[in-house]
C-alpha cells in the first residue's frame, strides 16, 4: 500500500544553518505531496505542498520539489531561525481517479530544534 | 474566522468508560476526517466522511464509532476506552471532491486522551 518514510529525529541545528528533511514515498499513480508543520501544543499546518512531478512548492522560506524518478520530496531551507522549531510531516494524497476522499497518509514526523 | 473547533483539549478516562470526541467545522467543508497521532508514528486516519450521512472506516477504526448528521459536526465516540486508545486525536476538514487533490486540510488542535 502507499507509504510515506521520513529520516528520524530529532535534527538539532544552530541558527541560520541549512535544513534538509528527507521524505520518501511509495504510492501508485501521481499522488500529491505535502509537508505539514505542528508547533508545540498546536495542531498541523500546511507548509508547502506538489501535485505533479518536477513541482516545486515553497512558503516561508521552505522548499520541496516533487521528484517522480526517485519518489521523493525532501524540505529544504536555507538558513533556520529558533522560530522553526517544531515537528514536521511529510504526507501524501493519494488519488484513485473519481474515488479520490482526501485522506492523507503521513510520515513518523520529524522534530527540528533550532539552537540560538 | 474559527477553523476547525476539537473539545475537549485533554481527558482522562478509565477504562471502559466512554467519551465522545466533538469536532466542529464553520468552513462548509463537504470532507471531514479523525486521526489519531502516536509517538513516532505519524497520524493514522480512524474513520472519515465525505457528505452528512455518509462514514467509512480508515485504517484503524476498531474502538471507534462515527456519526455525520450535519456538514459542521463529525464526533468521535469511544465506547469502551482502552489503555491502546491513549493518544492524541485530530480532526481535519477537506473542501471536497471537486478539488481533492489540491485542497489544503484544515486541522483542529488536538484532543490529548489518556486511558488509565
Known amino acids: 500500500g502507499d507509504s510515506v518514510t521520513q529520516m528520524e529525529g530529532p535534527v538539532t541545528l544552530s541558527e541560520e544553518a541549512f535544513l534538509t528533511i528527507n521524505c520518501t514515498y511509495t504510492a501508485t499513480g501521481y499522488p500529491s505531496l505535502f509537508w505539514y508543520v505542528q508547533y508545540p501544543g498546536e495542531g498541523l499546518q500546511l507548509l508547502l505542498k506538489a501535485t505533479k512531478a518536477d513541482d516545486k512548492g515553497s512558503n516561508k522560506g521552505f522548499e520541496a520539489t516533487y521528484r517522480k524518478e526517485t519518489t521523493s520530496f525532501h524540505l529544504e531551507k536555507g538558513s533556520v531561525q529558533v522560530s522553526d522549531s517544531a515537528v514536521y510531516f511529510c504526507a501524501l494524497r493519494p488519488l484513485r481517479g473519481s474515488s479520490n476522499t482526501g485522506k492523507l497518509i503521513f510520515g513518523q514526523g520529524t522534530t527540528l530544534q533550532v539552537k540560538p | 474566522n474559527a477553523g476547525v473547533t476539537q473539545t475537549p483539549k485533554f481527558r482522562i478516562l478509565k477504562i471502559g468508560q466512554s467519551m465522545t470526541l466533538q469536532c466542529t467545522q464553520d468552513m462548509n467543508h463537504n470532507y471531514m476526517y479523525w486521526y489519531r497521532q502516536d509517538p513516532g508514528m505519524g497520524l493514522k486516519l480512524i474513520y472519515y466522511?465525505?457528505?452528512?450521512?455518509?462514514?467509512d472506516k480508515g485504517e484503524v477504526p476498531n474502538g471507534y464509532n462515527v456519526s455525520r448528521s450535519t456538514t459542521e459536526d463529525f464526533p468521535l465516540r469511544l465506547e469502551l476506552a482502552a489503555p491502546s486508545q491513549t493518544s492524541v486525536y485530530f480532526c481535519a476538514s477537506t473542501l471536497g471532491r471537486d478539488r481533492g487533490a489540491n485542497t489544503e486540510a484544515f486541522f483542529g488542535q488536538g484532543t490529548r486522551l489518556t486511558v488509565v
Open positions: 466522511s465525505v457528505g452528512a450521512g455518509i462514514t
